[in-house]
């Protein structure tokens, strides 16, 4: 090995390690916030004071109201999910709004700012972005026009199409060309041709789909009903319904969260009067089920680190100010209790 | 002052060959006056009324007074807040009418126009003893007068402004020596296209607001008639209605539409004998609320039996009862209900240095007791002049709240099981006045106040349901100056006012600032007058305050300024043609009252009014 190689091929590993690759083959730095833990405060209705709260897991900083704090304006809006893909952090809020930045740094690359009601979720695929949206209430308060609303380009733009599905779209997943949307309301899964831009197959679900969640490399669509949950595997390449596993669990809420070896959290709540929230935990290969492995009231969401092995689970405090979020163990053991934004509702972790 | 000089006039030295002078009849307006010592009034002149005609109540109260008036954008629901409390907790009046909503539990001063009343007195603190249910912060007393004068008067006013702004009003009045008649008629309409930067969206780019045109007429057709030497008769009919599109949060794209209309009416009959008075109120009040198609009605019949008696040694008594009857259809829920209240109040004076009230009352709704409610006063003139006045005053009292019937029929979530919210007022002030060619007073109120019981709605899942958790104190200083004096032609009057309150949650062991309660506010003024011509100056500071509890997020605070110039020289043979232009928000100031409603920038008002 020559000197050059001495002095350049330690120079090019470290820059290979503190560096990323973007699709367009430029390196990007690592960003403050492509680690740790980042936390969606939905905000309280009327106020449009959602945002997102960064939280470093090395030295256990909390940073608030990242969006604000960099692109100096309000996110304003009421932040509903919060998606990564293809390099971008796309910040969906269901008062009518996408927003655009680069996961790093927070600074907005773009956004989708018309043509949209109550946009749920959000999809890549085809470069393209599809986003579930309810569709605007009718007089009796139902949203019969619900749609998945087509943006030409990944940085945002104007919405060209709106393709009509059933009632309240939740979560999207693509695959290849296709797009599958859970329909919650009407308990189908319906796939979108990317390319077409058309509705192309609709499965009947069990139960309200919510979340679509991978597992060993499979497809599941996790839904609920009163009595039950339920995880049913699609097949990518058949695009049918393969399997089904049930559990009694009464009174999920749709919140779910994938723990490590088959094993999920989700929230349940009995809802008014009686308001008693609860974490049932499930493992589909043993089947083995907990219910209220934590009780209380005000779960509003909940999320597990995959690295460090914790379970997240985010408390509203009413909507009357900043919320909070506690820290355990997969022991049940509590590590630590944050106070967040208000709203706390999801997590995602880098 | 005037008007409580003018009853006790009327009491006590009307001779009875007096036929020409009708005395207004208002129980309200008698007990808000006599039975109040110790305790915090602001009355507006008709000056003060006039120069905010073609403006809203709310925009009267923020910018002359302590209250906060939460705003949600232009001519959208205005709410007030007394001394850090909620706008339920705040009581007001139409000739003693309430005005809240029984379904809500309060008021939007958008749409209580100030051409509906002659005169605006506003109360501080907790008297649900003297005004029963809601007035915990504080109480707004709305009222009409007759025409003074006989034979035909009229005036017809008409404004021009900025963001499409047009406003006519008419009256007509017509008096005899034993019966008057007052035709109001207004129309307000508002488009509010007004330009604002839309900080939710990238760049901030400048926008024109297209979805809060605000839109209001209404009628009122009193009558006052004296059909003996001891009799009186007035009556009064309000009918007004307002149609707005709701102004979006900005990031929202909602497209909100509401609809209230109102119907009040009100009969008062008063007897007088030798040293006591009669008096009988009857009333009904219908409100109807639509809301994105969704209607919301509800009714109320009052009826009401007063008997007071101001005797010779300084002594005033008086005692009633009052019943309510309640309808409520709504789109949740249809439910009746009645309320009885008994009330007991005296006075004492001694030598006009000393005064005294005790007021005391029992009300009663469904199945329910609510604790007795007294309220004890004292008003002591230490230092009585020729020029000079200092007076003392203290206050102490109990306030009440009962639950809404949203909080406890809506369905799903409503509460049946809420308890009363109750609160504990005191206050102490000081009030030192100088007469003389530098006539100014000014007056200082420390007040301490806890509301208990207060009610939250909270989400249970996916439905909201209200709860008694919230304890809060509140403390402060209000702090209100006025002077007036004459340097050659010109007359002056200058008035400043500061605010401190101190609003903390103390539900939880860590003790927090509710939030949209500044601790900060003021306001100061300045006319000046030339003959006919006047300019006004005006501007009010409202503190920074947080958007949620113990919320990060704290809105700056802010600063307006107004400007007016008045002509009131112009007439044409017997017709008065006064002229008055304003221009609001002068610094073209970029503001919040809430987070992220966005407010207009500078506006001119051109308000010309025909008065016969």
């Known amino acids: 090995m020559n000197k050059f190689s001495k002095l350049i091929l330690p120079i090019f590993l470290g820059v290979l390690l503190f560096t990323a690759c973007d699709p367009t083959g430029e390196e990007r730095p690592q960003g403050v916030y492509d680690a740790g833990v980042l936390i969606l405060n939905e905000g309280a209705f009327g106020a449009n004071d959602g945002e997102v709260f960064h939280l470093n897991s090395t030295t256990a900083i909390l940073s608030p109201n990242l969006f604000e704090k960099v692109n100096a304006r309000p996110f304003a809006g009421l932040l509903e999910d919060l998606v990564l893909e293809e390099d971008r952090l796309y910040l969906v809020a269901n008062t009518g709004k996408v927003e655009v930045v680069q996961p790093g740094d927070f600074k907005s690359i773009g956004g989708v700012e018309k043509d949209l009601n109550q946009p749920r979720s959000l999809a ?34 104007v919405v060209k199409k709106k393709i009509l599905v059933s009632s309240k779209p939740e979560d999207l997943y693509a695959f290849g060309s296709y797009v599958f949307v859970a329909g919650s309301e009407g308990k189908k899964v319906e796939i979108l041709d990317a ?72 929230l349940t709540s009995s809802g008014w009067p009686d308001y008693k ?13 907990t219910t209220d492995w934590k009780k209380g009231t005000g779960f ?9 092995q914790q379970i997240y689970l985010a408390n509203a405090k009413g909507f009357q100010g900043n919320g909070e979020v506690t820290v355990y163990q997969k022991s049940g053991a509590e590590v630590s209790k944050l106070e967040v934004g208000r709203g706390p509702s999801g997590f995602l972790f880098r | 002052m005037t008007f409580a000089l003018w009853c006790v006039s009327l009491f006590y030295f009307a001779s009875p060959q007096d036929t020409v002078v009708l005395a207004e009849v208002g129980v309200h307006a008698a007990a808000l006056d006599r039975f109040s010592a ?33 705003q949600y954008g232009a001519g959208m629901l205005a709410s007030p807040s007394f001394r850090g409390t909620s706008a339920g907790h705040t009581a007001l009046f139409w000739n003693g009418i309430p005005l809240n909503s029984i379904s809500l539990g309060q008021s ?67 008096g005899t020596a034993k019966v008057r008649f007052q035709s109001k008629l207004y129309r307000q309409n508002q488009p509010n296209t007004f330009r604002y930067r839309d900080i939710s969206r990238a760049g901030a780019p400048w926008e024109q607001e297209d979805h809060a045109h605000f839109r209001q007429q209404g009628a009122i057709q009193e009558l006052w008639w004296q059909p003996s030497l001891r009799a009186q008769v007035k009556a009064s009919v309000w009918f007004n209605q307002a149609e707005r599109e709701i102004q979006p949060v900005l990031g929202s794209n909602s497209e909100d539409l509401q609809e209230d209309e109102s119907f009040r009416a009100v009969v008062d009959y008063q007897y007088q004998q030798r040293q006591s008075i009669w008096k009988i109120k009857g009333a009904l009040i219908q409100d109807r609320l639509q ?29 009633g009862l009052r019943g309510t009857w309640m309808t409520a259809n709504l789109s949740t829920y249809s439910v009746t209900e009645q309320r009885l209240e008994a009330y007991q109040s005296m006075g004492w004076e001694l030598e006009d240095r000393i005064s005294v009230s005790l007021n005391l009352r029992q009300l009663a709704y469904p199945n329910e007791l609510v604790p007795f409610l007294p309220g004890l006063g004292l008003e002591w003139k230490l230092v009585q002049g020729e020029r000079r006045e200092l007076l003392f005053k203290t206050a102490v009292g109990l306030g009440v709240k009962l639950p809404t019937l949203n909080d406890r029929y809506w369905n799903p979530g409503g509460n049946p099981n809420l308890r009363p919210e109750k609160s504990k007022n005191g206050e102490l002030g000081l009030q030192l006045k100088q007469k003389g060619t530098f006539t100014w007073s000014q007056r200082l109120t420390y007040y301490r106040m806890k509301v208990d019981d207060w009610i939250i709605w909270l989400p249970k899942g996916a439905i909201w349901s209200p709860e ?133 920038g500078r506006s001119y008002q051109l308000n010309l009014t025909l008065t016969l």
Request: glycine fraction near 10%; aromatic fraction near 12%; hydrophobic fraction near 35%.
């Open chain 1, 124 to 157: 890549t695929a085809r470069g393209k972005l599809f986003i579930s949206d309810y569709g605007p209430y009718d007089a009796n308060y139902n949203t019969p026009s619900s749609y998945v609303a087509v943006v030409q380009g990944l940085d945002g733009g």
């Open chain 1, 195 to 266: 390319n077409a831009e058309l509705l192309f197959k609709s499965l009947e679900m069990p139960g309200q789909p919510v979340q679509f969640l991978e597992l060993n490399g499979e497809l599941w669509v996790f839904c609920y009903d009163a009595q039950k949950v339920y995880f049913v595997s699609i097949s990518k390449s058949g695009l049918s319904q393969t399997k089904i596993q049930s559990f009694p669990v009464a009174q999920a809420t749709g919140r779910i969260a994938q723990g490590d070896n088959d094993t999920f959290y989700l």
């Open chain 1, 277 to 289: 929230d609860g974490i049932t935990v499930i493992s589909l290969a043993t089947g083995i089920l």
């Open chain 1, 300 to 308: 509003y969401g909940i999320g597990f680190d995959p690295k460090k």
């Open chain 2, 38 to 70: 110790g305790q915090t009034l602001i009355s507006y002149d008709k000056n003060t009324l006039a120069r905010y005609a073609a403006r809203s109540l709310g925009d009267l109260l923020q910018e002359t007074s302590p209250i906060f008036v939460r």
């Open chain 2, 108 to 174: 939007d001063l958008s749409i209580l126009p100030l051409q509906a009343t002659d005169r605006v007195e506003v109360h501080f603190g907790s008297a649900a003893a003297l005004f029963g249910n809601e007035a915990i912060g504080g109480s707004v007393h709305l009222s009409t007068a007759p025409p003074k004068g006989r034979g035909f008067q009229g005036s017809l006013s008409q404004t021009v402004g900025s963001f499409g702004l047009a406003q006519t009003s008419m009256t007509a009045g017509y």
């Open chain 2, 291 to 319: 809301f994105n198609g969704q209607n919301n009605q509800t009714q109320q019949g009052i009826l009401g039996l007063d008997w007071e008696r101001h005797s010779a040694g300084n002594w005033a008594f008086r005692m």
């Open chain 2, 468 to 600: 008694n958790i919230r304890e809060v104190h509140n403390q402060g200083l209000e702090y209100q100056a006025n002077s007036s004096w004459t340097t050659g032609n010109w007359n002056w009057q200058a008035n400043l006012g500061y605010t401190y309150s101190r609003t903390r949650d103390r539900t939880e062991e860590e003790s927090q600032q509710l939030p949209y309660s500044p601790e900060h506010q003021g306001n100061a003024g300045l006319q000046l007058s030339l003959g006919d011509l006047a300019i006004d100056f005006s501007g009010f500071y409202v503190g920074p305050r947080s958007i949620a509890m113990g919320s990060s997020r704290v809105l700056d605070g802010y600063a307006l300024c107004n400007l007016g110039l008045s002509f009131s020289g112009a007439k044409w043979k017997s017709i008065q043609l006064p002229l008055r232009f304003q221009v609001l928000n002068v610094f073209n100031q970029s503001y919040e009252v809430l987070y992220l409603r966005a407010m207009p």
